[in-house]
C-alpha cells in the first residue's frame, strides 16, 4: 500500500507542471487524496484535496485560478496541474491519502496518514 508522487522540475515562472499521484495496493475508495508542500523553512501545507467518494474538492487561496485537482479512478492517479507557476510555488510537493469516508476532503479530523514521497517543485523568477 503506497502513494508515489513524480512530475516535479525545474520551471521558470509562467510555467507550468503537472504533478501525479499514483496509488498501488488500494483504490480511492473512501478516500480523500491532499496535495501539500513544504518550502524551506516553512511549515507544511496543504495546497489541495480531492474526494472520489463525495465529489468535494479543495484548493487554497494561493493556487485558485492557477491549479487544478482532478483523478483518474481507473488509473488510481490523481493530478495536480500547476500553471502560472511562481517562485514562492517552490517547494517539495507530498500527496497523502486520508479516509475519510463521506466527509471527502472537508473531514472535520483530517487524517493523512500514508504519503508518497515527494517531488521537488522550483519555479525560477
Known amino acids: 500500500v503506497q502513494l508515489q508522487a513524480s512530475g516535479g522540475g525545474l520551471v521558470q515562472a509562467g510555467g507550468s507542471l503537472r504533478l501525479s499521484c499514483v496509488a498501488s495496493?488500494?483504490?480511492?475508495?473512501?478516500?480523500?487524496i491532499g496535495w501539500f508542500r513544504q518550502a524551506p523553512g516553512k511549515e507544511r501545507e496543504r495546497v489541495s484535496c480531492?474526494?472520489?467518494?463525495?465529489?468535494?474538492?479543495y484548493l487554497t487561496d494561493p493556487v485558485k485560478g492557477r491549479f487544478t485537482i482532478s483523478s483518474d479512478n481507473a488509473k488510481n492517479t490523481v493530478y495536480l496541474q500547476m500553471n502560472s507557476l511562481k517562485p514562492e510555488d517552490t517547494a517539495v510537493y507530498y500527496c497523502?491519502?486520508?479516509?475519510?469516508?463521506?466527509?471527502?476532503?472537508?473531514?472535520?479530523?483530517?487524517?493523512?496518514?500514508?504519503w508518497g514521497q515527494g517531488t521537488l517543485v522550483t519555479v525560477s523568477s
Open positions: 495496493g488500494f483504490t480511492f475508495a473512501g478516500y480523500a
Open positions: 497523502a491519502a486520508d479516509y475519510s469516508g463521506s466527509y471527502g476532503c472537508y473531514n472535520p479530523r483530517p487524517n493523512f496518514r500514508l
Open positions: 480531492i474526494s472520489s467518494t463525495d465529489g468535494s474538492s
